[in-house]
C-alpha cells in the first residue's frame, strides 16, 4: 500500500461518515417537524372543542337565570293591573272635571297629573333599562330623576295652593297617588310580558 494510500483513507472514512450522518439528519428532520405540526393541530382543536364546550354551558346557565328571573303573569294579575289603571284614571277624571276651583287651577291640575303620569313611564323604564347594566348615560338619569321629582313637586304645590274644601284636596290627593302606583304596576307588567315574549321567541330559534 502506498503512502498516499494510508493518507487518504482516514480521511475518506470521515467523508463518508459526515454525509451519512447528513442524510440520517435529513431524514429525522421531516418526521420530528410533522410530529410537532401533529401536536400543534391537535392541541388548536382541543382548544376550540373547549371552548366551544365552555360557550354552551355560558349559553345554558344564561337561559337558566333568565327563565328563574322572569315569572310570566297570569292573566287574573294582568286583568287587575288594568282594571286598577283605569278606576285610578276614571277617579282622577271625576275629580278635575267637578274641581270648584277656577278653570285655571284645574286646567293646572290636570297638566300636572299627565306630567306626573309620563315622567312616572319614563322613571320606570330608565330603572328596568339599567338594573342589570348601564344602559343609559348620567345625564339622562339626572333628566329622568329631575322630571319625577319636578311633577310630583308642581302638582303638590298646585293642589296644596288651591282654596277649596280639605275633603276635595283629600280625594285629589288620593287618586293621585292611586295613578302613580298604578301607574308604575302596569309599566312593569308590561315590560315583563316583553321580555318574556323576547327570551320565549330566542329560545324557539335556538331550537
Known amino acids: 500500500m502506498s503512502a498516499s494510500t494510508l493518507q487518504s483513507t482516514p480521511f475518506s472514512a470521515m467523508r463518508q461518515s459526515a454525509a451519512e450522518g447528513a442524510v440520517a439528519h435529513s431524514q429525522t428532520r421531516p418526521a420530528s417537524g410533522n410530529q410537532e405540526h401533529r401536536e400543534q393541530h391537535e392541541a388548536a382543536i382541543e382548544t376550540k372543542r373547549s371552548s366551544s364546550v365552555e360557550r354552551g354551558y355560558r349559553e ?43 278653570d285655571l287651577d284645574r286646567a293646572f291640575m290636570v297638566m300636572g297629573y299627565f306630567f306626573c303620569l309620563s315622567t ?31 311633577a310630583i313637586a308642581l302638582t303638590s304645590w298646585g293642589l296644596y295652593r288651591m282654596a277649596i274644601p280639605e275633603s276635595y284636596k283629600a280625594y285629589l290627593l288620593v287618586s293621585w297617588l292611586y295613578l302613580i302606583t298604578t301607574t308604575f304596576t302596569l309599566a312593569k307588567t308590561l315590560r315583563d310580558r316583553h321580555e318574556i315574549a323576547v327570551l320565549e321567541a330566542r329560545e324557539a330559534r335556538s331550537e
Open 60 to 102: 345554558e346557565k344564561r337561559r337558566i337565570v333568565e327563565k328563574s328571573f322572569f315569572l310570566k303573569d297570569t292573566k287574573a294579575w294582568g286583568a287587575q293591573v288594568w282594571i286598577s289603571f283605569g278606576i285610578s284614571l276614571f277617579l282622577c277624571a271625576v275629580g278635575l272635571a267637578y274641581l270648584p276651583g277656577a
Open 120 to 150: 312616572a313611564f319614563v322613571l320606570s323604564k330608565f330603572v328596568r333599562d339599567n338594573a342589570q347594566r348601564k344602559a343609559d348615560t348620567p345625564l339622562f338619569g339626572a333628566v329622568v330623576y329631575v322630571a319625577f321629582a319636578a
